[in-house]
Each structure stands twice: as structure tokens, then as C-alpha cells.
């Protein structure tokens, strides 16, 4: 049964720390999304990238937010410096062709930030 | 802006078919509609998606309109494993999740 896998699953740090989750995608799809879920916002699209190349990163603050796809079985994202603002859980999902907006969320990395 | 709308929450009695609405009356033609689901604390969980015709998976049947401004997503035998929130997304409005609908199915 194949699925996506995110590392760490919890995440406490302390403001102005480096933050970096992990997302391993189902293999064989070239669709990889992140999303961040809070009560306030819900859920919000981040960045998604298709065969490893960044399609839209529109919803992520630049300043302190990236993301990249090393290989096509791992992707992450990082925040540096962390800000308590950014206390939230984090979404991978990966999709596959014809459709990638089938969409295989992975089970989140809870971040809270001091 | 091609999002869609939910009512925020229903409630269905177990064993009975649950039935959510979902408006999308400004999806383009070659959009499709998608359905998730997000059980508390998990992360959210594909369930269907259509063009044009009916669908129906192992999970649920998607119907949609003849004009496509509207689906519903129909659940035939409700549980109580099935209480979740339910999203409704077109892939013309960049994964737009909304607040979807609660589900509670009650006892």
C-alpha cells in the first residue's frame, strides 16, 4: 500500500530556528504539493512542483520559506527563521499522471514554534 | 475566482445516505471536480472526481449537473467512520480547499 511518508511527524522549536520537514512522494508521481492547515486559515496551497521543477510557490512567503526537490523521492521545505506565526501542520501530497490533482496527502509534520 | 461553495455542516443518521452539495457555477470547461475528505488530524483523503458524467467509486457516486455549476457527492450507507470534513475543489482554482462541510453521522 503505497503512501506518502513525512518526516519529522512533530516539530517544537523555538523562534528564529531553522525548520526543515521532509516528504517522501509515492513512487512514480511526478506531482508533489505542499500545504500548510490551520483553524484560522485552513487549508492553504504552499508550492507544488511537477517532475521536481517549481510549477507555482505563490502561497509561500518568500522571505523565509523554501522548498526544493533534490530527487524525485524527496522533497522539503524549510523556514528560516521560524516565527511562532508559522505554528501549524504541514501537508505533502503527491499526484499522479494523467491526474495529478488526485492527490495523496501524506500525514503531516506538526510544527509549533515558541 | 473559480472557488467553490459548501454549506459549513449536516448531519446524516447512520445507515442512510448522505448527500453534500457543492456550487462551482464559474468552472470552465475542461475543470474537473474533486472531492477530499479530512478526518480529524489526518490528512486529507482523495475520494472522487468527475468532468461531466456521473462517477462512482468503491467510496462514494459523484453526480454532476448537466450545466456542471453544481455536483453532490453521495455517501449510500452512511457509518460513523464517515464523520469528516468533506472539500469540494476544481482544478481551475489553484487547490482551493475552502472550509468544506462537516459531516456528522449520528448513531
Known amino acids: 500500500d503505497a503512501r506518502v511518508t513525512q518526516t519529522p511527524r512533530h516539530k517544537v522549536t523555538e523562534m528564529g530556528q531553522e525548520v526543515t520537514m521532509r516528504c517522501q512522494p509515492i513512487l512514480g508521481h511526478n506531482t508533489v504539493f505542499w500545504y500548510r492547515q490551520t483553524m484560522m486559515q485552513g487549508l492553504e496551497l504552499l508550492a507544488y512542483f511537477r517532475n521536481r521543477a517549481p510549477l507555482d510557490d505563490s502561497g509561500m512567503p518568500k522571505d523565509r520559506f523554501s522548498a526544493e526537490m533534490p530527487d524525485a523521492t524527496l522533497a522539503t521545505l524549510k523556514i528560516q527563521p521560524s516565527e511562532p506565526r508559522d505554528s501549524a501542520v504541514y501537508f505533502c501530497?503527491?499526484?499522479?499522471?494523467?491526474?495529478?490533482?488526485?492527490?495523496?496527502f501524506g500525514p503531516g509534520t506538526r510544527l509549533l514554534v515558541l | 475566482d473559480a472557488k467553490t461553495t459548501q454549506p459549513p455542516s449536516m448531519d446524516c443518521a447512520e445507515g442512510r445516505a448522505a448527500n453534500l452539495p457543492c456550487n462551482h457555477s464559474?468552472?470552465?470547461?475542461?475543470?474537473?471536480v474533486y472531492w477530499y475528505r479530512q478526518i480529524h488530524s489526518q490528512g486529507p483523503q482523495y475520494i472522487i472526481h468527475g468532468l461531466k458524467n456521473n462517477e462512482t467509486n468503491e467510496m462514494a457516486s459523484l453526480i454532476i449537473t448537466e450545466d456542471r455549476k453544481s455536483s453532490t457527492l453521495i455517501l449510500p450507507h452512511a457509518t460513523l467512520r464517515d464523520t469528516a470534513v468533506y472539500y469540494c475543489?476544481?482544478?481551475?482554482?489553484?487547490?482551493?480547499f475552502g472550509t468544506g462541510t462537516s459531516l456528522t453521522v449520528i448513531p
Open positions: 464559474t468552472i470552465s470547461g475542461n475543470e474537473y
Open positions: 501530497a503527491s499526484g499522479p499522471d494523467p491526474f495529478p490533482e488526485t492527490q495523496y
Open positions: 475543489i476544481n482544478t481551475g482554482n489553484q487547490f482551493y
